[in-house]
C-alpha cells in the first residue's frame, strides 16, 4: 500500500531527517500518520550509533507507508534533505515536506501547511509569521532566531519572515526549477539558500503561522559553527545578488 494523493497536492513524501534519534522517531512516526494518513514517510538516517535506523527498520516492516533510506554517516542536514528530495524524485511524488525527528515540528499542523500547498510552491511553517509561537525557548536562542532571519530578509531581500524555519512543504516541481546541483550548506545556512532560490525561481512562496516546540529528548544539533557557517554564506549571497557581475567574490566552500 502506499499513500494516497493529497487533494489539490499530489502524492507526498515526508522526510524526516535522523541522527541519534531513538528516543523520538518511534514518536514522531505515529504521529504523522495519524495526522495526514494519505502521506508517505522517508526516515533519513546517517548510521546513527544509538539504533535509530533500525527502530526505523521495525516501522517499515509494519507500515508499507513508512520507508528508510540509510546513509553511510553523519554528513549534516541538507546532504539528508537532497538525498531525500531526489529519492522521492526517482518514485514520481509531487510534493516533499521538511520535517524535524525530535517534535518541533508538529505532525498535527501538516494538514495546514498541506491546504496551503494547493496554492503555492513552497510553504513554510513559520515561527515569526503573525500567528505563529516559539515555546520554551531562552532569550538567547529567540534573539539568536529573530536577528537571524532579520539579517537575511535584508541581505538577500527574501520576503519571508522565516527564513531558517524548517518545516516546508516543496512541490517537486518547484525543487527542480530551484537548480539544487550548487547547494552545499548546512543547518540554517541550508534552509536560508533554499529560501533564496526559491524566491530566486520565482517561485510561489506562502507562510503557514505554527508553534514551534523546543526538543524533550536527545540533544540539540544546532552549535556556534552552524550560526557562523550561516552568517558567513548570507553576507557571501547577498554580496553576489547585488554585485552580480562581481561573482568571483568569495568561494562555496566554507573554511
Same mark, same amino acid.
Given at each position: 500500500?502506499? %499513500?494516497?494523493?493529497?487533494? %489539490?497536492?499530489?502524492?507526498?513524501?515526508?522526510?524526516?531527517?535522523?541522527?541519534?534519534?531513538? /528516543?523520538?522517531?518511534?514518536?514522531?512516526?505515529?504521529?504523522?500518520?495519524?495526522?495526514?494518513?494519505?502521506?508517505?514517510?522517508?526516515?533519513?538516517?546517517?548510521?546513527?550509533?544509538?539504533?535509530?535506523?533500525?527502530?526505523?527498520?521495525?516501522?517499515?516492516?509494519? /507500515?508499507?507507508?513508512?520507508?528508510?533510506?540509510?546513509?553511510?554517516?553523519?554528513?549534516? *542536514?541538507?546532504?539528508?534533505?537532497?538525498?531525500?528530495?531526489?529519492?522521492?524524485?526517482?518514485?514520481?511524488?509531487?510534493?516533499?515536506? =521538511?520535517?524535524?525527528?525530535?517534535?518541533?515540528?508538529?505532525? =498535527?499542523?501538516?494538514?495546514?501547511?498541506?491546504?496551503?500547498?494547493?496554492? $503555492?510552491?513552497?510553504?513554510?511553517?513559520?515561527?515569526?509569521?503573525?500567528?505563529?509561537?516559539?515555546?520554551?525557548?531562552?532569550?538567547?536562542?529567540?534573539? *539568536? @532566531?529573530?536577528?537571524?532571519? *532579520?539579517?537575511?530578509? *535584508?541581505?538577500?531581500?527574501?520576503?519571508?519572515?522565516?527564513?531558517?524555519?524548517?518545516?516546508?512543504?516543496?512541490?517537486?516541481? $518547484? +525543487?527542480? $526549477?530551484?537548480?539544487?546541483?550548487?547547494?552545499?550548506?548546512?543547518?540554517?545556512?541550508?534552509?536560508?539558500?533554499?529560501?533564496? +532560490?526559491?524566491?530566486?525561481?520565482?517561485?510561489?512562496?506562502?507562510?503557514?503561522?505554527?508553534?514551534?516546540?523546543?526538543?524533550?529528548?536527545?540533544?540539540?544539533?544546532? @552549535?556556534?559553527?552552524?550560526?557562523?557557517?550561516?552568517?558567513?554564506?548570507?553576507?557571501?549571497?547577498?554580496?553576489?545578488?547585488?554585485?552580480?557581475?562581481?561573482?568571483?567574490?568569495?568561494?562555496?566552500?566554507?573554511?
Amino acid at each position: 500500500m502506499v %499513500g494516497e494523493p493529497v487533494d %489539490g497536492v499530489g502524492r507526498v513524501l515526508v522526510v524526516i531527517p535522523t541522527y541519534n534519534e531513538a /528516543d523520538n522517531v518511534t514518536a514522531i512516526v505515529p504521529r504523522v500518520r495519524a495526522a495526514a494518513p494519505a502521506v508517505d514517510i522517508l526516515v533519513a538516517d546517517d548510521d546513527s550509533p544509538d539504533g535509530t535506523g533500525t527502530l526505523a527498520e521495525a516501522m517499515a516492516g509494519t /507500515d508499507d507507508q513508512v520507508h528508510v533510506l540509510h546513509r553511510p554517516g553523519k554528513e549534516g *542536514l541538507g546532504a539528508a534533505y537532497l538525498a531525500g528530495f531526489a529519492w522521492a524524485h526517482e518514485r514520481g511524488y509531487d510534493a516533499v515536506v =521538511e520535517m524535524d525527528a525530535d517534535g518541533s515540528h508538529a505532525p =498535527e499542523d501538516l494538514p495546514a501547511l498541506l491546504a496551503a500547498a494547493r496554492y $503555492a510552491d513552497v510553504v513554510i511553517g513559520s515561527r515569526w509569521a503573525v500567528g505563529g509561537r516559539v515555546v520554551n525557548w531562552p532569550l538567547r536562542r529567540l534573539l *539568536l @532566531s529573530r536577528c537571524g532571519n *532579520l539579517y537575511a530578509r *535584508l541581505a538577500l531581500g527574501v520576503p519571508v519572515s522565516d527564513a531558517t524555519g524548517g518545516y516546508r512543504v516543496y512541490r517537486t516541481a $518547484a +525543487l527542480r $526549477a530551484m537548480g539544487l546541483g550548487s547547494v552545499c550548506s548546512q543547518g540554517y545556512s541550508f534552509q536560508v539558500e533554499l529560501s533564496r +532560490l526559491a524566491h530566486r525561481a520565482g517561485a510561489r512562496i506562502v507562510e503557514v503561522p505554527i508553534t514551534f516546540a523546543e526538543r524533550r529528548h536527545g540533544t540539540s544539533k544546532m @552549535s556556534p559553527l552552524i550560526v557562523a557557517e550561516a552568517l558567513w554564506r548570507i553576507t557571501l549571497w547577498g554580496l553576489r545578488d547585488r554585485w552580480p557581475r562581481r561573482s568571483r567574490v568569495g568561494h562555496d566552500r566554507w573554511p
